[in-house]
């Protein structure tokens, strides 16, 4: 393949789909593919096995998530309803906390 200096991974698409629908392609599955902290042993070894599976390479630790990625703000939030920790605590979360 040529050099997709500008659309990435979205190059597969060629012209198609519109620019806008890529761009944002492109946003989510850059993230999908990084690698997240594992709620259990705490390194950087997360990775997406499938739409909504979490897989720790280190530990073997395999949760469920978000379906682009480990953890979504609706998941935090009912987390929260439910009074289960989610693990780590986004500032958001604190702020909440404080506040009440
Ligand atoms: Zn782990």
Known sequence: MGRTKKVGRAGRFGARCG??????????????????????????????????????????YTYAGGAFTPTTKLGV???RVKGLSSGVKSSEEKEVEEAT
């Open 19 to 60: 620019a806008s629908s890529r761009k944002r392609l492109i946003a989510v599955e850059q993230k999908a593919k990084l690698h997240y902290e594992c709620p259990t042993c705490l390194s950087r070894t997360v990775r997406k096995q499938s739409v909504g599976i979490w897989r720790c390479h280190r530990c073997g």
């Open 77 to 79: 939030n009912s987390r």
